[in-house]
């Protein structure tokens, strides 16, 4: 169980396009999903909080209108890089929680973007 | 700044030893712990998480947790090659709901 899918898992894209990326919970509701970037040899960082129909929660520093999050239902939620540049070029990792009382996140297989 | 922390490493172990990794946390509130395996060019595994002080044992695998000290550490018996990965310590910290806070991770390599 608590399986989650990302697609796609690798995207080369040029500079200036947008890419969405998606994210889905296969065997469970997720009523939280979280969207993480990693550079090479950095650990985990949070990007944005997304509930089920309400707007994302983004951290600090992270600018919401270039990394649109929309949650349609409790399995899927999609990530869109717009107007992509090289330096945002990185391993991008979507999680997923049912709400369970101890809050385990499961993770996606990530999606690696290399902007050119 | 709420915080978790973790040697980088790499921590060096010979197959069939025990490997010790340990991460502190900033928030004496925490409530849930959580530790992960990431392979590289992959994503977190879950391994097990922990909250009450005390041992947790699964298979292998043993979380210890002291709230006290604010310390939360992973003990892996019977080291194996394919144990060598990086390892995530997660918190969650008071007030935060459902979000993790990660620690940098410290690189396991378990030699032959």
């Known amino acids: 169980g608590a399986v989650v899918s990302q697609h796609p898992s690798r995207v080369i894209c040029k500079s200036g396009t947008s890419v969405k990326i998606e994210c889905r919970s296969l065997d469970f509701q997720a009523t939280t999903m979280f969207w993480y970037r990693q550079f090479p040899k950095q650990s985990l960082m949070l990007m944005a909080t997304?509930?089920?129909?309400?707007?994302?929660?983004?951290e600090q520093g992270v600018e919401k209108d270039k990394f649109l999050i929309n949650h349609a239902s409790l399995t899927l939620s999609t990530l869109t890089v717009t107007s992509a540049h090289p330096e945002d070029s990185s391993f991008y990792i979507c999680s997923a929680t049912s709400g369970t009382s101890y809050n385990e996140q499961f993770f996606g297989p990530g999606t690696r973007l290399t902007v050119l | 700044q709420k915080e978790v922390e973790q040697n980088s490493g790499p921590l060096s172990v010979p197959e069939g030893a025990i490997a010790s990794l340990n991460c502190t946390y900033s928030?004496?509130?925490?409530?849930?712990f959580f530790w992960y395996r990431q392979y590289s060019g992959k994503s977190p595994e879950l391994i097990m998480f922990i909250y009450s002080n005390g041992d947790k044992e699964d298979g292998r695998f043993t979380a210890q947790l002291n709230k006290a000290s604010q310390y939360v550490s992973l003990l892996i018996r019977d080291s194996q090659p394919s144990d060598s990965a990086t390892y995530l310590c997660a918190v969650s910290f008071t007030g935060t709901a459902s979000k993790l806070t990660f620690g940098t991770g410290t690189r396991l390599q378990v030699t032959l």
């Open positions: 928030d004496r509130g925490s409530q849930s």
């Open positions: 997304s509930n089920e129909g309400s707007k994302a929660t983004y």
